[in-house]
């Protein structure tokens, strides 16, 4: 289910203060970045990603998180990304509707 605008705006106020938990290295998006990705999610459902210097793998790799831990962005920002996946067992976060 896709973020609502008023969703987004939230998260990213969530977001400002945290540090980022996954730093993207020189092999870029591995199944085993993935992985670790996910399980993050999984226990803080909010993440901030830090990425690479190139801006079109940058766009890339974002993608690829994404789609790899069906995971919803939630702002991007220079080398910087915010995603958002809510954990059904045991949610942490209540997002306004």
């Known amino acids: 289910m896709p973020l609502s605008p008023s969703q987004k705006r939230y998260l990213r106020g969530l977001a400002h203060s945290l540090k980022p938990v996954i730093m993207t290295g020189n092999k870029g998006v591995t199944p ?3 992985k670790e990705f996910s399980n993050a ?3 803080h459902e909010l993440v901030k990603v830090k990425l690479g210097d ?3 793998e940058r766009k890339a790799h974002i993608a690829e998180l994404g789609e790899g831990a069906k995971a919803e962005l939630v702002q991007g920002i ?3 990304a915010c995603f958002y996946r809510r ?4 949610p942490k976060l209540a997002l306004p509707r």
């Open 54 to 56: 190139d801006r079109d």
């Open 87 to 90: 954990n059904e067992e045991q």
């Open 41 to 43: 999610l999984d226990q």
């Open 78 to 80: 220079g080398r910087v």
């Open 32 to 34: 085993a970045l993935i």
